[in-house]
Each structure stands twice: as C-alpha cells, then as structure tokens.
C-alpha cells in the first residue's frame, strides 16, 4: 500500500510546474488532494483526468496575506483533517539589484515568503491538535546559494530556511514534521515567469532549465523526501550546477565566490 494511500495533502501553486507534477503524484499514490492556486480554470483543465471525488479545486491569490488565516480555517472545515501542506506556490527573479525596484522585492517576499508564513501560522494549531501532520516547502538551491541577478529571490529562500529550521525544532515535539525541497533545474515554466528589474515577467526559456529534471521526475523525488521525513532534499540531476554550487559554498567559500561571479544561474 501507497504511504500517502488516504492522506489529505494540500498544494499550493498546483495550476502548473512543480505544483501540478506534485499534485498528480499524490494523486497517483492514492491521497486526497486540494488543489489551491488563483487559476481555477487552469486547474480544472490539468486534473480532468483524474477522479474528482480525489481532488478539491480552491482557488486563491495568496499574496492576499489577511485573508489565509479565513481560507485554511474554511479548508480544513470543509476536508477535514489534514495531513501534509506543501508550501508550493511562488514566483522567481531575474535582474541585477542596483537596477532592480524594491516593489518587486516586496512582491517576491509577499509571495515566496509571507504568504508561507502565514499559512503555516493558520494550519500549525489543527496539526498541532492531531498529533501529526508534516509541513513541506519548495525553497530552491537559491535558499541555500546565492547567485547573480538573484538577490531578491535568494531572499526569500533563504528566510524560508532559517524560518523553518527554528520553527522544526520547536513543532518536532507534536510530531509535526517539516521537510525542505531546494529544486535545482527542473523543466517548468519558472524561469520565463520570473520577475526582472521593473517587475515585468522575464518572458523566455533560455537559462537551461529544459536541461533539468522534467517535472514529473522532480515530483517523484518529492514525494520520496516527504515519505522518508527528510529535513532537507536537494532535487536535482547528479550533474546540475546547483549540486556543485551547493557542496562548493560548503568546502570552499573562496572558490564559490570567485566561480559565481562568472556565472548566471
């Protein structure tokens, strides 16, 4: 039998990308999912093919930080106990700081970060309360490495981790669990929508993601981490960049540095 066979799961940013991929793979594994994403259309048209008594389609703007705390409160009353949050939804960068307007850096932290946060906030207490749950979240490996043209984006990812690292040792007594996902490259459409200095999306597939994982093989090894509790999964070829850029920051600084100033990732 599945390990996610008749869990309750909800998926943020389920319309496309990592967020869908992950979706169906739960959906595969015989869990009930909710789908949230502001695309309601998109989400009936991606999951068509599945069961609908499997699925729940909620859509909702999570950049509408005062109304989550509402939303997950409605979610739970209405699908009852829940037993995996994957914090999927978010949005990248692309652009160097000096010409970038902090009004997108505020809507990088809206999204990527507060939004998050609050929608931890508003479930923690229902898993608290049952004695189980675990909390999942897409950060990427700009949590873990900075790099050029991504200092907004790194910035959230990078509050993610050092949120959630506090908040795991504080949560682990309740036997709630929290698990990091840091995809490198993967085959989604992330890199086009990413926002650039003015806050316009970036508009073209160029910087090598279509030479990553294709999603579904991401969210195959999501779902591998979130079985296996892991703290913290890096998702990616063995032979992506992040990987090296990962185990580089860690070993040599020095040389990390010298090498990302030469590189766009």
Avoid: C
């Avoid at 999951?47 to 950049?63: A, E, G, H, R, V």
């Avoid at 790194?154 to 504080?170: C, I």
Wanted: proline share 2%; hydrophobic share 40%; charged share 25%.
């Amino acid at each position: 039998m599945s390990y996610f066979k008749g869990k309750t799961v909800i998926v943020t940013g389920a319309s496309s990308g990592i967020g869908e991929a992950t979706a169906k793979e739960f959906l595969l594994q015989g869990a009930k999912v909710i789908l949230v994403a502001r695309s309601e259309s998109k989400m009936q048209h991606s999951f068509k093919s599945f069961n609908k008594d499997s699925y729940s389609i909620y859509p909702f703007d999570l950049t509408n930080l005062n109304d989550i705390d509402t939303f997950v409160k409605m979610l739970i009353k209405k699908e009852g106990p829940i037993d995996i949050l994957f914090n999927n939804a978010g949005v990248s960068q692309f652009g160097y700081f000096e010409e970038s307007d902090l009004s997108v850096l505020d809507k990088i932290m809206d999204l990527d970060f507060f939004s998050v946060v609050q929608f931890t906030k508003s479930i923690l207490p229902h898993l608290i309360d049952k004695k189980s749950g675990q909390i999942v979240t897409n950060t990427s490996v700009a949590g873990l490495v900075g790099s050029r043209s991504r200092s907004f984006y790194s910035s959230a990812k990078f509050a993610l981790h050092g949120f959630f690292d506090s908040v795991r040792s504080e949560i682990i007594e309740h036997n709630v669990h929290v698990t990091l996902i840091a995809p490198g490259r993967v085959a989604t459409d992330v890199g086009k929508n990413a926002l650039t200095a003015n806050g316009e999306p970036y508009g073209r597939n160029d910087r090598g993601h279509n030479k990553g994982l294709t999603s579904t093989q991401a969210a195959r090894r999501i779902l591998n981490a979130i079985k296996s509790k892991k703290r913290e999964a890096v998702i990616a070829k063995w032979n992506d960049i992040a990987w090296l850029a990962v185990y580089i920051r860690k070993l040599s600084p020095r040389l990390y540095f010298f090498l990302a100033r030469r590189i766009v990732a």
